[in-house]
C-alpha cells in the first residue's frame, strides 16, 4: 500500500502511521523490545563501569609508583573515571528500573532518544580527544607545567578515544535493535514527495 504525502506533512503522516498502525507489533512484543533496549543499556553500562574501575584501580597504583607527565596521566585517569563510574552506576540504575510497559509511540521515542544521546556523546568524545592534544601543544609552549599539560593531554585522549568508540558501538546495537520493530515500514522520497509503504 503506497500513500503519497506532500513534504509540508510527511511527519504528521508519519506520525499517524506509528500511532495507528500496529507494525507488527503488539503488547508483548513491545514489552520484549523495551525490555531489550534496557538490557542493551545495562549490558553498556557494565562494560563503561568496568573501565572505569580498572583505570582507577591500575592509575591510582601506578600515580605512586611513576614520575613526571606518567604521574599526570595516571592523575586524570583517576579523575575522569570517577565521572565515568558514577554515569555507569545511574545508567545501570536507569536500566534496570526503566519502565517496558509503554505504547508503540513512546517506544519508538525512548528508542530514538537513546541514539540521539549516543551520537550527542561520540561530539563531545571528540572535543575531549581535541582538548588532549591542544594540551599536549600547550605543554611546549607552558614549559613550567609541561609535564601536568602533556600527561592531562594523554589522558584525555586515551578516555575520549575510548568512550568515542564505545558510544558508537553502543549507538549501532541500538540502531540494530531498533530495526527489529520498524522493519515493516518503508520511506521513500520522490518528485510528488514521500511515499510511505508498510507491510502487514
Do not use: C
Amino acid at each position: 500500500m503506497d500513500v503519497l504525502v506532500p513534504m509540508k506533512t510527511w511527519m504528521w503522516t508519519l506520525l499517524l502511521v506509528m500511532l495507528i498502525a500496529p507494525l507488527g507489533a503488539d503488547a508483548q512484543d513491545l514489552i520484549t523490545f523495551n525490555q531489550d533496549r534496557l538490557d542493551i543499556n545495562r549490558s553498556g553500562m557494565y562494560v563503561l563501569g568496568g573501565w572505569a574501575a580498572g583505570n582507577m584501580a591500575l592509575s591510582g597504583w601506578q600515580y605512586y609508583q611513576t614520575d613526571g607527565s606518567t604521574k599526570y596521566f595516571h592523575q586524570m585517569n583517576v579523575f575522569w573515571n570517577l565521572v565515568n563510574l558514577s554515569i555507569a552506576g545511574i545508567g545501570y540504575y536507569g536500566a534496570v528500573t526503566g519502565a517496558t510497559d509503554l505504547d508503540l509511540a513512546n517506544s519508538l521515542i525512548e528508542q530514538r532518544k537513546i541514539e540521539k544521546i549516543l551520537l550527542f556523546n561520540a561530539g563531545l568524545d571528540v572535543a575531549y580527544v581535541t582538548a588532549g592534544f591542544l594540551l599536549r601543544e600547550r605543554a611546549k609552549v607552558k614549559t613550567d607545567r609541561m609535564d601536568q599539560f602533556t600527561g592531562w593531554g594523554n589522558s584525555l585522549i586515551l578516555q575520549g578515544s575510548f568512550l568515542f568508540v564505545f558510544d558508537l558501538v553502543m549507538h549501532q546495537i541500538h540502531r540494530n535493535h531498533a530495526s527489529e520493530l520498524l522493519n515493516g515500514l518503508d520511506v521513500s522520497v520522490g518528485l510528488s514527495g514521500l511515499a510511505l509503504r508498510y507491510t502487514f
